[in-house]
């Protein structure tokens, strides 16, 4: 198993740009989630989905969106990136019966700059 | 919803002694506790945790403690090494529909000086 995989490692867009980060997981986890890391302010909760289908929204969704077709993968969007989403980005995923997201695994990370 | 607050931000120790993070989460309904380690450039990594029904839980030199009636828990670690240089979160996990959500702290950098 690979885990959590997130692509690219490393990104810089300049204001305007649009990307997305790619995250798949190979554990069959219902629970997948993608969260920002800012120096001072710990790890906070863009998006998550519970399952094919669903999303919905974290503590600070502006300027992101997702989708879920697969269970396996939950990609991020960045429509029109602004140097405010200077970030590390974390794909975060937790199996089925673990409600209480007792087993978060991450992914590797996405530091992305934004001039 | 939850708000977690965590002290110090950073902590500086001498190799051997201990160290204490403290966290406080203001949900009454939160029932479980995880501590997360990151190291430089890595993912966050789960080192211990705690369920709102168990006041303390050790793991060879880290333990966790909660009291539920102040709404704080700590992590304790003894007998600091180098590797034990990282940031540390807490967090706290929250009912929400059938789900929990975590809300985590702002981190820790904890410095072991040899």
């Known amino acids: 198993n690979a885990g959590v995989t997130q692509t690219p490692k490393f990104q810089v867009l300049k204001t305007g740009q649009s990307m997305t980060l790619q995250c798949a997981q190979d554990m069959n986890h219902e629970y997948m989630s993608w969260y920002r890391q800012d120096p001072g302010m710990g790890l906070r909760l863009i998006h998550y989905s519970v399952g094919a289908g669903i999303t919905d929204q974290g503590e600070v969704p502006n300027g992101y969106n997702v989708s879920r077709s697969t269970t396996e993968d939950f990609p991020l969007r960045l429509l029109s990136a602004a140097p405010s989403q200077t970030s590390v980005y974390f794909c975060a995923s937790s199996p089925t019966a673990d409600r209480s997201l007792e087993k978060l695994f991450f992914g590797s990370g996405t530091q992305l700059s934004v001039l | 919803g939850e708000n977690v607050e965590q002290h110090p931000s950073t902590l500086s120790v001498q190799e051997g002694d201990s160290a204490v993070i403290k966290c406080t989460y203001s949900?009454?309904?939160?029932?479980?506790f995880p501590w997360y380690k990151q190291e430089l450039g890595k993912r966050p990594q789960l080192i211990i945790d705690i369920r709102s029904n168990v006041g303390e839980k050790k793991d060879q030199r880290i333990a966790v403690t909660l009291n539920k009636t102040a709404k704080h828990f700590s992590l304790h670690i003894t007998e600091t090494q180098p590797e034990d240089s990282a940031v540390y979160f807490c967090a706290a996990s929250y009912p929400f529909d059938s789900w929990g959500k975590l809300q985590f702290g702002a981190g820790t950098q904890v410095v072991v000086t040899p």
């Open positions: 949900d009454s309904a939160s029932n479980y």
